[in-house]
Each structure stands twice: as structure tokens, then as C-alpha cells.
T-cell receptor
Framework: AQTVTQSQPEMSVQEAETVTLSCTYD???????LFWYKQPPSRQMILVIR??????QNATENRFSVNFQKAAKSFSLKISDSQLGDTAMYFC???????????FGKGITLSVRP | GAGVSQSPRYKVAKRGQDVALRCDPI?????LFWYQQALGQGPEFLTY????????KSGLPSDRFFAERPEGSVSTLKIQRTQQEDSAVYLC????????????FGPGTRLTVL
């Protein structure tokens, strides 16, 4: 079975600080994609960042970066210079490409304090 | 259209009623996905279409759930004889191909079964 685990239900960070959200996954596939999605209170899910499993270089998108440890099956998200607009639920997800369905973790609620 | 749209945004049904939820994907997107998101949880896969073909319906929780996409664009998720456990947000997502391209999500339909 393919699973995604997000063990931290909630986190809080001061504005302008850095925060790291953890995620582990389990799969027997060798090729897959990993994602972090953001879901603000309005509930529209937005892609934050994507990582291809075959790439060793960690993905970066502006203030967002990942620490991808393939052997450990770990995929954490680092948010630098946190902003109030980063307040949302964050979901880790992956797909093996069989039919591209996403398997999500339970999510983490991130609150950015002013 | 700018993005994926879903209607209605909110639906209240009495137990035993049938409901139909609509998804309008981004124009030209080949792949369409339905997910169910229970309160405080991550989305769970229901079914997947590539054009008009339903390639995977392994996530549909019972035979009361039925989805269609007859012309390869708009999709409808139908739930017959709704039960309280069907209460959730139903998310639709589309992507430009069946590969690992980004899935764009709609705002969801919040279904409450009384």
C-alpha cells in the first residue's frame, strides 16, 4: 500500500521566520512525483512545489523549498520569511503515475502569527 | 474559463435523497479526478477519467456512487440514497494529460447529509 504520513497536526510560526513541515511516505515504486499543496480557508487547493523522485536536486520555488531524502522516504517543506498569507492547511501528496491519482497525507494546519 | 469550477458550492440533503455534483474542468484538460475530503482530513481519491473514459473507479466507496463524463469535458458525480457518512467536501481536479502534470483543483462542493 502507498501511504503518506504527516505526523504534525498543527504548527505555528512568527511572521518572517522559517518553518519546516514534515512528511514521510511509503511506496515500492521507483519513479514517482511528490507534491506539497496549500489549502487556504477558502478551500481551493493550490500546488506549492513539486519534486521528481529521479532528480537529486531539491526543488525550490521562491520562499518554498524541499528537503527530499529518497532513501529515508522523507519530503519536508521549508517556508522561509513566513507571511500571514501562508496561513493554511498544507498537504503532502505523491503520485506514481499509474493513473496520476494523488495520495494525500492528513495535512498540517500552519498558523503564521503577526 | 480561468480554472476548475464546481456547482453547487454547498448542498444539504436529507438522508436517502439523491444528489448530483457538477465539475467543469479547465478547457482542454484531458484528465479529471474526483476526491472526497472529510472534515480535517486529506482528500481521498474516488475516480479518474481520461477524456470520456473512466479508467479508475477503485476509490468509489459503494455502488451508490456513480460518476460520468459523457463528452470528455463536464463531469457529474452522483450519489444515490445519501447517508450521513457521505457528508464531506467533494473536490474535482483536472490536468492536461494522464502523466504527472499538475492537477488543478476546484473549490469543492460541501455536502451535508442530515
Amino acid at each position: 500500500a502507498q501511504t503518506v504520513t504527516q505526523s504534525q497536526p498543527e504548527m505555528s510560526v512568527q511572521e518572517a521566520e522559517t518553518v519546516t513541515l514534515s512528511c514521510t511516505y511509503d511506496t515500492s515504486e521507483s519513479n514517482y512525483y511528490l507534491f506539497w499543496y496549500k489549502q487556504p480557508p477558502s478551500r481551493q487547493m493550490i500546488l506549492v512545489i513539486r519534486q521528481e523522485a529521479y532528480k537529486q536536486q531539491n526543488a525550490t520555488e521562491n520562499r518554498f523549498s524541499v528537503n527530499f531524502q529518497k532513501a529515508a522516504k522523507s519530503f519536508s517543506l521549508k517556508i522561509s520569511d513566513s507571511q500571514l498569507g501562508d496561513t493554511a492547511m498544507y498537504f503532502c501528496a505523491f503520485t506514481t503515475g499509474a493513473n496520476s491519482k494523488l495520495t494525500f497525507g492528513k495535512g498540517i494546519t500552519l498558523s503564521v502569527r503577526p | 474559463g480561468a480554472g476548475v469550477s464546481q456547482s453547487p458550492r454547498y448542498k444539504v440533503a436529507k438522508r436517502g435523497q439523491d444528489v448530483a455534483l457538477r465539475c467543469d474542468p479547465i478547457s482542454g484538460h484531458v484528465s479529471l479526478f474526483w476526491y472526497q475530503q472529510a472534515l480535517g482530513q486529506g482528500p481521498e481519491f474516488l475516480t479518474y477519467f481520461q477524456n470520456e473514459a473512466q479508467l479508475d473507479k477503485s476509490g468509489l466507496p459503494s455502488d451508490r456512487f456513480f460518476a460520468e463524463r459523457p463528452e470528455g469535458s463536464v463531469s457529474t458525480l452522483k450519489i444515490q440514497r445519501t447517508q450521513q457518512e457521505d457528508s464531506a467536501v467533494y473536490l474535482c481536479a483536472s490536468s492536461s494529460s494522464g502523466s504527472m502534470s499538475e492537477q488543478f483543483f476546484g473549490p469543492g462542493t460541501r455536502l451535508t447529509v442530515l
